[in-house]
């Protein structure tokens, strides 16, 4: 299994985590004031400190923490040490040694440079993203969450294993650079595709789908679903007895695609008025008796909730050290290796293990502590 070393922001160290899923060592570097992961709220168990953040509890799971003092000169000198020991170097901020001189002391390195300086939402706005985002007469909308940096953090993990594989294959080590910003620009590529070819510019649907004509998240009585109703033979006779809505019947024109397309409005009002009256449960499972494709839209509550993750392990009630018994997403790659994710460490909890074992003595370790410098 690989050593990994990293001093990363949210997409490296959610990168280093899917490493830590797969069984492989990651080490985190941090000041003696720990990485601003620790500080990002909100916090368990009412406490803001260093210990306490949630996302530091997710995104650095099983990771082992080093805290070094990067501007001395004895932090460079363990970290230099460090790097000779391990393979892969994965970093989001500018280092103090040339990148010559990371080589000429371990050839076989992968250094992973990521470029996610950017916040989230210029971004976006720059990747394109964002202009295929929302409602087409509202302004263009930031997807949710932190997807951003994990799907950026996603690439970076593809793109360090490549180098492995690559450095293991020549013995050779190599540098690799993934930018927060072209991996955004990666989801509008079937956009720029479509412009290329056709000339279409793709615009924003808001909730409705673009490749079927009866498709998007819909409201219902309890929140919203998802239909996609694929045009085949036969379908839409079936589609409009479930609806059992006099006015779609009305019209046997309607039974052709191109002229779905043409009332695509005016079809999918109907299904709205329908669907006010169900729960997204109901509509789900109807659906799914009839062949139609379906979903509920999920919210974090239901996700939380769902015997599915559950059954699955993604999502596992364990025994955490500080918190106790909690409910914890282990990750698609934790849970298919049935692994379960160890709890994220102390700040400083590894600084005796990983520095006896580059060599380092005891009396080392209580003057790098005295001088500032762990």
């Given at each position: 299994m690989a050593r990994i070393i990293e001093l990363t922001s949210?997409?490296?160290?959610?990168?280093?985590?899917?490493?830590?899923?797969?069984?492989?060592?990651?080490?985190?570097?941090?000041?003696?004031?720990?990485?601003?992961?620790?500080?990002?709220?909100?916090?368990?168990?009412?406490?803001?400190?260093?210990?306490?953040?949630?996302?530091?509890?997710?995104?650095?799971?099983?990771?082992?923490?080093?805290?070094?003092?990067?501007?001395?000169?004895?932090?460079?000198?363990?970290?230099?040490?460090?790097?000779?020991?391990?393979?892969?170097?994965?970093?989001?901020?500018?280092?103090?040694?040339?990148?010559?001189?990371?080589?000429?002391?371990?050839?076989?390195?992968?250094?992973?440079?990521?470029?996610?300086?950017?916040?989230?939402?210029?971004?976006?706005?720059?990747?394109?993203?964002?202009?295929?985002?929302?409602?087409?007469?509202?302004?263009?909308?930031?997807?949710?969450?932190?997807?951003?940096?994990?799907?950026?953090?996603?690439?970076?993990?593809?793109?360090?294993?490549?180098?492995?594989?690559?450095?293991?294959?020549?013995?050779?080590g190599l540098t690799t650079t993934v930018s927060l910003r072209q991996a955004l620009e990666t989801f509008v590529e079937q956009a720029m595709v479509e412009y290329t070819f056709s000339g279409i510019v793709t615009e924003r649907r808001g909730s409705k789908g673009a490749i079927t004509a009866i498709s998007g998240a819909l409201p219902c009585k309890d929140g919203h679903w998802v239909i996609s109703q694929i045009h085949r033979p036969g379908r839409w006779a079936k589609f409009v007895e479930w609806l059992n809505d006099p006015e779609l019947a009305a019209d046997p024109s309607l039974a052709k695609e191109e002229n779905q397309i043409k009332r695509r409005d005016f079809i999918l009002d109907r299904v709205l008025l329908w669907a006010s009256q169900y729960s997204k449960n109901q509509l789900v499972e109807e659906a799914q008796e009839r062949h139609f494709p379906a979903s509920p839209v999920s919210t974090i509550l239901d996700l939380v909730h769902d015997p599915q993750l559950t059954g699955r392990g993604f999502l596992k009630e364990i025994d955490h050290r500080q918190f106790g018994r909690i409910m914890y997403p282990q990750g698609a790659v934790a849970s298919m290796r049935r692994k379960e994710m160890k709890s994220a460490p102390k700040l400083g909890e590894h600084n005796g293990e990983i520095l006896t074992e580059i060599g380092y003595s005891q009396s080392d370790l209580q003057s790098f502590a005295a001088s500032g410098a762990i």
């Open positions: 949210l997409a490296g160290a959610y990168a280093s985590r899917l490493f830590v899923e797969e069984g492989h060592d990651v080490i985190r570097l941090e000041g003696r004031d720990g990485n601003h992961l620790r500080d990002l709220a909100p916090f368990l168990g009412n406490k803001t400190d260093a210990e306490s953040s949630a996302y530091h509890h997710f995104l650095n799971a099983g990771k082992k923490s080093l805290t070094v003092n990067l501007d001395s000169t004895t932090g460079e000198d363990i970290f230099l040490r460090l790097v000779a020991s391990t393979d892969v170097l994965m970093t989001s901020r500018p280092l103090t040694v040339e990148d010559s001189r990371l080589f000429e002391i371990n050839p076989k390195l992968v250094l992973v440079r990521i470029d996610d300086q950017d916040p989230d939402l210029c971004a976006m706005a720059r990747s394109g993203l964002m202009s295929l985002t929302g409602h087409p007469d509202q302004s263009p909308m930031m997807l949710g969450g932190h997807l951003a940096a994990l799907a950026t953090g996603i690439y970076v993990a593809v793109a360090t294993a490549a180098a492995l594989r690559t450095a293991l294959q020549t013995g050779k």
